[in-house]
């Protein structure tokens, strides 16, 4: 059972920088993509950043191209979501997700987070 814990959340001003992080509990496959999909209130489930484990290739949502970077780090099993020059619409709860198919379809993966809170209010 593979297990995906995200921590870094928190509350923050517009303009600020938060790092998000997920800790996997088993090594990926070879062909593992992971996620970062949010949820604000009221509102379904949105695709953030996508990350192929093996080669790294990402795809990003328009919505935080050029703010938001996702990244992994093989040794530890850990992905991370630098965002930086948050909005007030970026208040959500972000899940990290891994699946293996290249999508940004949250229906496609397997395994998700509990999430974590970000708020961002001035």
């Known amino acids: 059972q593979v297990q995906l814990v995200e921590s870094g959340g928190g509350s923050v001003q517009p303009g600020d920088s938060l790092r998000l992080s997920c800790a996997a509990s088993?090594?990926?496959?070879?062909?593992?993509?992971f996620s970062w999909f949010r949820q604000a209130p009221g509102k379904e489930r949105e695709f953030v950043a996508l990350i192929r484990w093996h080669g790294g290739s990402a795809l990003y949502a328009d919505s935080v191209k050029g703010r938001f970077t996702i990244s992994r780090d093989n040794p530890t099993n850990i992905l991370y979501l630098q965002m930086n020059s948050l909005k007030a619409e970026d208040t959500a709860v972000y899940y990290c997700?891994?699946?293996?198919?290249?999508?940004?379809?949250?229906?496609?993966?397997?395994?998700w987070g509990q999430g974590t809170q970000v708020t961002v209010a001035s």
């Open positions: 088993a090594r990926p496959f070879s062909n593992s993509v």
């Open positions: 997700a891994r699946g293996s198919e290249y999508t940004s379809v949250p229906e496609a993966y397997e395994y």
